[in-house]
């Protein structure tokens, strides 16, 4: 993608991925999700996930998977009232910008 990603955008994105499952995801698992919209590695993705909890709109909890503890996220009601607004905030942004790009006049 040519344009940068703000923070704001890829927490949107992010709690959108999470909030996905009611049970909670894990961050592979939330990489891959996330991918399908933005091009994003693991090490950009846990810092997001981190401030996300210290923010309180995650939670976390440990799960056995195949003999190892695997590191869940759950959206928080909290989360979810940020995301409403995150994606509000997206629809009314992503339609000013369309209106503009579509007065575009091509000249040749």
Not at 70 to 87: D, S, V
Request: aromatic residues 14%; negative net charge.
């Amino acid at each position: 993608m040519v344009f940068n990603t703000g923070a704001a955008l890829l927490d949107a994105i992010v709690l959108a991925a999470v909030s996905k499952e009611a049970e909670g995801t894990y961050g592979y698992k939330i990489t891959q999700d996330v991918r399908q919209a933005l091009d994003i590695s693991e090490s950009t993705l846990y810092p997001v996930l981190r401030r996300l909890q210290k923010d309180h709109c995650l939670e976390v909890y440990d799960k056995e998977f195949g003999g190892r503890n695997r590191r869940y996220y759950k959206i928080t009601p909290e989360g979810y009232a940020q995301l409403w607004l995150y994606m509000e905030e997206w629809k009314n942004y992503s339609c000013k910008i369309s209106e503009f790009f579509e007065e575009v006049k091509v000249h040749e």
